[in-house]
């Protein structure tokens, strides 16, 4: 399986597959019974069984460098809202508008747990 860069219904249920094979041959090592994943649920860059949840890694430790100007003008989405960075302040807070055209003001790790787009 490639690098994925984003979860979907083909790439999760592939994933539930290989986790449900390694989990049952660690529970068979040890003599244990294994779990089940229990329901599955994912966005673009967390997949969450009923006990576990697994995100993607952050864009800044593989795509982008941490300096404002690769930020300004820059677009993510969280939680179903899309950001654009368009102020940087200076104390690694930014301003991000929303699509709605609202503004919120967004520490750097903030924009490193969101989905670039």
Do not use: W
């Amino acid at each position: 399986m490639n690098t994925i860069k984003s979860f979907n219904r083909i790439n999760v249920k592939e994933l539930r597959v290989e986790l449900e094979n390694a989990i049952r041959t660690i529970c068979l090592k040890h003599g244990i019974t294994a779990p089940s994943l229990g329901d599955i649920s994912f966005d673009d860059d967390t997949f969450t069984t009923s006990k576990l949840t697994f995100k993607l890694e952050s864009i800044f430790n593989t795509t982008m460098s941490l300096s404002s100007e690769s930020l300004i003008g820059k677009r993510f989405k969280s939680v179903g809202r899309i950001f654009t960075i368009k102020l940087d302040y200076g104390d690694n807070t930014y301003q991000g508008t929303t699509q709605n055209g609202k503004n919120f003001r967004l520490r750097k790790d903030q924009i490193a747990d969101m989905s670039p787009l």
